[in-house]
């Protein structure tokens, strides 16, 4: 690894950031609500350990693929909640990760689209984000990986410390630009230049460092797996640590009825009629296997940080969260790729809470979206968001799984609006096109009932209940008009 020389300015990041660090070396005076998420007083007025907040996110990672990740498996899943109705409100990074950071729906954070004019970081109001908010409540935060396209080598409002790729090799596994607190680090192509690994060996020394320290803190880690590496396909898609590579070659790829849907005639033009010849199918099933090996570096991770946790003697003071901003379509409806769909594949992510007041090995059918993700964590912080936020503390469902919170999810993407019911997903296209499907009796979508007499008035109420969630903002996106 190199060091870039010319006209290399290091500065504090505070600095860069544009906001104050804030806060004092003391945690607070109050003790934070293991359910609720709110401060009450400690009697006698010993300083408690407000939570620790680790946030692991994967890119472009299927809800389903968790189940190949053996520590996540035993360190968050068995020992916390999982939400396996858990999905995202725009499938594609930058929108899905700024809604993430602000709490807010893509419509509110009007970041609809990786680039400008339409999307990317700069569309992002970055002063009123969830790492802004910890700072003001006397959090120490850090970011590292990955983050939004457009951020390039700046460092956002809130975050102080910052060791995040950017710029043109921000999808490179390899050879990749690192900013280090506002220094210019270039990465090679030896094993342990691995982006993925980087990121998990400098978060286990952060743990190493604060973790015995009365200040908490907020770790983010953008995980550059499973998605694609940048450059060309090279017939893998994302590129796996070299001691992965190989691991599931005989894993047997999950065809599930989507996959094998023989008839698109009731899809929309764009992906009517479709079709994947055994040469497409064939670079489908590499790229599944390719991406389950990319998933143990980030597995093993997860591994080392909880194992840093425990050493600090941290682990029963800290939320571990593990999430994705996206799902991804792997040939269902004959899709041969992407993920700017309104389907299950596309919009559902996985989402596993561990953490104080939690119970273990637990799942909630509750449905849930990344919208919720900066106010939960914010519960658990005492912090307050500084914008009207439009999702909802997850710690009151994660205290008691066994509880269902029913939604009406907006999702949207290029070309779509939708609405997304616990019985229903109704779409709108751009071309005037319809999509209904009744996910009690068809999960995988293959059957779409827009336009049939019988469901008239069904698909006439998610036509309005679509229209008033795409101008919802606050309580109204999360209030159920019994209409759906």
Not at 332 to 345: A, L, N, V
């Amino acid at each position: 690894m190199r060091r870039l020389g010319l006209a290399l300015i290091v500065v504090p990041v505070a600095l860069l950031a544009g906001c104050s660090i804030g806060g004092s070396d003391e945690r607070s005076r109050s003790r934070t609500n293991e359910v609720t998420g709110k401060l009450t007083p400690v009697p006698g007025g010993k300083p408690p350990q407000r939570p620790n907040v680790i946030v692991f996110l994967t890119d472009d990672q299927n809800a389903d693929e968790l189940a190949e990740m053996p520590n996540v498996q035993r360190l968050l899943v068995d020992e916390g909640v999982q939400f396996d109705q858990s999905f995202v409100n725009f499938p594609l990074c930058c929108p899905s990760r700024a809604t993430a950071l602000a709490g807010q729906y893509a419509h509110n954070t009007g970041v609809l689209a990786n680039q400008l004019p339409d999307g990317g970081y700069g569309r992002l109001d970055s002063e009123n984000t969830l790492p802004v908010w910890l700072t003001e409540a006397g959090y120490r935060t850090a970011y590292m990986g990955k983050y939004m396209q457009g951020v390039r080598y700046k460092i956002p409002p809130g975050w102080q410390t910052w060791q995040a790729k950017g710029g043109p090799t921000e999808y490179d596994y390899f050879d990749y630009t690192l900013n280090q607190n506002g220094e210019l680090v270039e990465h090679g192509s030896e094993p342990r230049d691995h982006s993925d690994a980087v990121i998990s060996r400098k978060a286990t020394e952060y743990v190493d460092r604060h973790g015995p320290e009365p200040r908490p803190f907020f770790l983010m880690l953008g995980y550059s797996a499973p998605h694609v590496r940048g450059g060309p396909d090279r017939g893998c898609g994302p590129q796996p640590a070299p001691r992965d590579e190989g691991a599931f070659d005989d894993e047997p790829f999950p065809r599930s009825p989507g996959f094998e849907e023989s008839d698109t005639s009731d899809k929309p033009e764009e992906i009517r009629g479709g079709q994947l010849d055994p040469e497409v199918e064939e670079k489908i099933v590499a790229r599944y296997r390719c991406r389950l090996e990319s998933l143990l570096g980030v597995d093993r991770g997860v591994g080392q940080i909880v194992r840093a946790l425990e050493e600090t003697d941290s682990l029963r003071d800290t939320h571990l969260i593990f999430t994705s901003d996206n799902g991804l379509m792997q040939g269902e409806h004959k899709i041969k790729g992407g993920k700017e769909q309104p389907y299950e594949e596309a919009i559902r992510v996985p989402l596993v809470i561990r953490g104080p007041g939690i119970p273990h090995g637990k799942a909630s059918q509750s449905t849930v979206v990344n919208a919720d993700l900066a106010p939960t964590i914010a519960a658990i912080a005492g912090a307050r968001p500084t914008i009207t936020v439009d999702g909802e503390s997850l710690l009151p469902l994660a205290g008691h799984p066994s509880r269902t919170r029913p939604l009406d999810l907006p999702v949207q993407g290029a070309g779509f609006e939708a609405v997304r019911t616990p019985r229903y997903t109704y779409v709108e296209r751009d071309t005037g096109e319809a999509e209904l499907y009744d996910l009690e009796r068809d999960p995988y979508q293959l059957d779409n009932l827009a336009g049939e007499p019988r469901l008239a008035d069904i698909e006439a109420r998610l036509a309005t209940r679509l229209s008033e969630l795409q101008e919802c903002a606050g309580r109204s996106c999360r209030e159920r008009t019994g209409r759906s």
